[in-house]
């Protein structure tokens, strides 16, 4: 009689997806993005715990963004866990004033401290606690807002950074080593662990689009087909192998595409397109190409 299989922990899902998509190397310094909350908790345990079979470093760094008083006690949580598995920890404190385009504001923020602290620290690379179902949501966010086939290609296991480090130098990579498991590998191996972590109210809020995503949308989508979130990035890493190298309007939102495409066209020389937090970016078309210049 053979024994029922049972589904890889969370661990070994991690630990395939470094090696198969080669995140990074033996003696390679990893820094560890970490809010307290379940994901990224999750993720500094179980890199911790591969230090010996994959035999790199890890270095825990979490960001406050001065907009809720809770983010305090919810990094102190993830600092006394890295204490317990013998990793540093250290907070930077920003302050992203409320107002329009915060969460633009707050997530650009973010990811030049954590370049900063790459950079200090000697990190290879930086790791983020995403998962499958936030590649899925995010793919479901990217269509709602009509992006393009590239624009759909989200949450790679390796990716460039968004941000160069504040005082310049090179940029660390972004991996995410948990991007192949649930939440629910997740959630499970936080509680067979018995690991404490902290639960973002904003994660509940049903004005953020996400949120929505999340609680409505993917629970009607599974009713109707079980296996939604593979299927989704499944569509994610297709369009990721297949899309061309450079296109220059791969972040931009269906409704600005065509702007540029008809204004490429008429023969414009030069279009003005708003993108998300505040930016603007003018286009202009020498030779025929399509040229994305952002405005300081």
Request: proline residues 7%; positive net charge.
């Amino acid at each position: 009689m053979t024994k029922p299989s049972h589904p890889p922990s969370l661990r070994r899902l991690a630990e395939r997806t470094i090696r198969d998509e080669a995140l990074f190397d033996r003696g390679d310094r990893v820094l560890v993005a970490c809010s307290g909350g379940p994901d990224s908790t999750a993720l500094l345990h179980v890199l911790a715990l591969l230090r010996r079979t994959i035999g790199h470093d890890v270095v825990g760094h979490g960001i406050d963004h001065g907009l809720r008083p809770e983010a305090r006690d919810e990094l102190a949580l993830a600092a006394e866990l890295a204490d317990k598995l013998g990793v540093p920890f250290e907070v930077t404190r920003l302050d992203v004033e409320p107002g329009g385009n915060l969460q633009a504001r707050a997530r650009e923020a973010r990811h030049r401290a954590l370049q900063d602290a790459a950079a200090r620290r000697g990190a290879a690379v930086i790791a983020t606690g995403h998962t499958a179902d936030d590649k899925a949501e995010t793919v479901l966010l990217r269509l709602l807002r009509g992006a393009g086939p590239r624009g759909l290609a989200v949450l790679e296991p390796r990716a460039p950074a968004p941000v160069p480090p504040s005082g310049g130098g090179t940029p660390r990579d972004l991996v995410r080593p948990l991007v192949r498991a649930r939440r629910a590998d997740v959630l499970l191996h936080l509680d067979r662990h018995a690991i404490a972590h902290a639960r973002d109210p904003s994660n509940l809020d049903p004005r953020f689009t996400r949120v929505r995503v999340r609680r409505e949308l993917i629970p009607l989508m599974e009713e109707l087909s079980p296996r939604i979130i593979d299927h989704l990035c499944a569509l994610a890493d297709m369009l990721n192998d297949v899309r061309p190298e450079e296109d220059p309007m791969s972040e931009l939102g269906r409704a600005q595409r065509r702007t540029i495409e008809k204004a490429q066209k008429k023969g414009v020389r030069i279009v003005k397109i708003r993108m998300k937090g505040g930016r603007e970016l003018d286009v202009t078309f020498p030779s025929g190409k399509i040229v994305l210049n952002e405005k300081k």
